[in-house]
């Protein structure tokens, strides 16, 4: 009796942790830090993760880890966002979340003395890399009529 009552309760507190079963992500910038953590926290939980990033050895590295798929994409570029979320349309059918991380830091210089080609850069990354993403996102989203979650991470700050 006790035994069934502890199977029990062991049963119901593994279920409620692994909160995203079934559940389809990308993650942009999931090579290192914040966005491989994220992966790793989503793929604990259940869920299938493509992640995309400019880091192949790293990003590889960590998606085998977690049994994750691995894409090269440079978020500035639109059509790379659009394989990374093609790779979870193709290898799961659909896609529930998309967690848009991906970014650079921003400069230390004066205003005064900006250099506008490395804000053209950190623009097309943080600010462009996003607008990518959550276009394909939410248009996989419609087509696969889920009702998915974007989450944003990257900040257009100088
Ligand atoms: N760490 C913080 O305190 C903080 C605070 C606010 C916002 N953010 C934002 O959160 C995100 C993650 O932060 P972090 O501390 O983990 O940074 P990080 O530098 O450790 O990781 C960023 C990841 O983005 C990838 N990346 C960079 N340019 C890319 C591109 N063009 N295409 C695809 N991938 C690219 C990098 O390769 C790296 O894997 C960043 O966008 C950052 O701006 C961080």
Redesign the pocket.
Known sequence: MVLKGLDKHVDLQSSSAKRMIGKVAVV??????????TAKLFAENGAYVVI????DE??TAVAESIGARYIH?????ES?VESAIQLAITWKGKLDILF???????TTSSITNLDMEQVKHLI???LL?NVHAIKHAARAMLRCDTKGSIIC???P?M
């Open positions: 942009t910038g999931g090579a290192r830090g914040i966005g491989a953590a995309g990033d400019i880091l790293s990003g994409c440079d978020v500035s570029k790379d848009s991380n991906a970014g650079i830091g921003g097309s990354i943080n890399g991470t990257s900040l700050d």
